[in-house]
């Protein structure tokens, strides 16, 4: 069957019959051809085929796959991004630069689908490719879940762009239940200055009086993303601290700024 034929050229990065089929039957390189619910540009890049992806994404009728998402919500760019592939990456996006912003099924932007897989640099790259905290993002996951996985990862830089730019994502939860106060007082134990339990709550009595927290759950703040390679940053111990002290500021500024509402929403109460 051609579709048979299509799939094992692309799989097997053969460019010669991959442009055949391009030029004769374009509107099957757009079409769905797995159980997968895959198109050619999916197996394209999990195959690891970018001269192929490149050939698919400039082909003029091949606009529509670039958005079609397979079986588990992924679109090419997402798997793109979640193998660490810039290349491929970059060129889906010279070719439609809204593609950062279409989400997985479950909701999720490729920026965040990265720094989820462990990602680093790939992170990095698509959050100064686009400031994409707008407004609305607060409202969900996204925002949240950029700055928990980043101070989880040990990539305060990120943690840091993200919370200079949205204060108020200090107390906004993300896709597993966490805030950004809660995970920064999750890994103050990390640090050489040997900061305690007691530092953090002197430190939030020191900026607010705050009544008597609610029963803590044992388990807050714990997901599978304590999984992430904390080691994956780049910046030395030192650097980290300068980070974590900015963070910690800008968080007691946004937390002496709420009102106890705020704050239990927000896991304060957790993270002392």
Known sequence: ???????????????????????????????????????????????????????????????????IRDSIGHTALIRAVVHGNRPMVDCMLKKSPSLINIRSSSGNLPVVMAIDFGQIEMTRHLFRAEDFIADQEIQDHNGATLLTCAIY????????????????????????????????????????????LG????????????????????QAGQSNREAINRS??????????????????????????SESQQLEAGLVYDAI
């Open 199 to 218: 530092f953090w709550k002197q430190c939030i009595d020191s900026c607010m009086c705050i009544p008597l927290a609610p029963a803590i759950n044992d």
């Open 1 to 67: 069957m051609a579709i048979e034929g299509l799939y094992k050229a692309v799989r097997d990065g053969d460019l010669d019959k991959t442009r055949e089929f391009l030029n004769s039957r374009s509107e099957e390189c757009n079409m769905i051809i797995t159980k997968r619910n895959e198109t050619a540009l999916h197996i394209a890049v999990a195959n690891g085929r970018v001269d192929i992806v490149k050939e698919l994404v400039d082909h003029p009728k091949l606009a529509k796959s670039l958005k």
């Open 232 to 257: 994956s940053g780049i910046c030395t111990q030192e650097i980290h601290d300068q980070y974590y002290d900015k963070l910690l500021s800008e968080m007691l500024q946004v937390i002496s700024e």
């Open 153 to 196: 990862a040990g990539t305060l830089d990120i943690a840091w762009k993200l919370i200079e730019q949205r204060p108020r994502l200090a107390l906004a939860i993300d896709k597993y239940g966490e805030s950004g106060i809660l995970a920064l007082a999750s890994v103050h134990r990390s640090f050489p200055s040997g900061r305690q």
